[in-house]
């Protein structure tokens, strides 16, 4: 699998999976990933997924 936030590939017995309430599954290849990822989730989720879904803001 390929980390969620750099998209670098991940060996397989490594990274870390992180399972959000919404039921997304996202891939760390390092903490920092980790971090990067969740700290700027709401803006993600608003730049990316909400766009898809609630294109009528
Ligand atoms: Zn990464």
Do not use: P, Q
């Not at 870390?16 to 919404?22: E, G, I, L, Q």
């Amino acid at each position: 699998m390929k980390c969620s936030f750099c998209k670098k590939d991940i060996k397989s017995g490594t990274g870390k999976m992180f399972v959000r309430n919404d039921g997304r599954i996202y891939w760390f290849d390092k903490k920092k990933c980790e971090k990067n990822l969740l700290k700027l989730k709401r803006r993600a989720v608003k730049l990316k997924w909400t766009r898809e879904k609630k294109e009528n803001k």
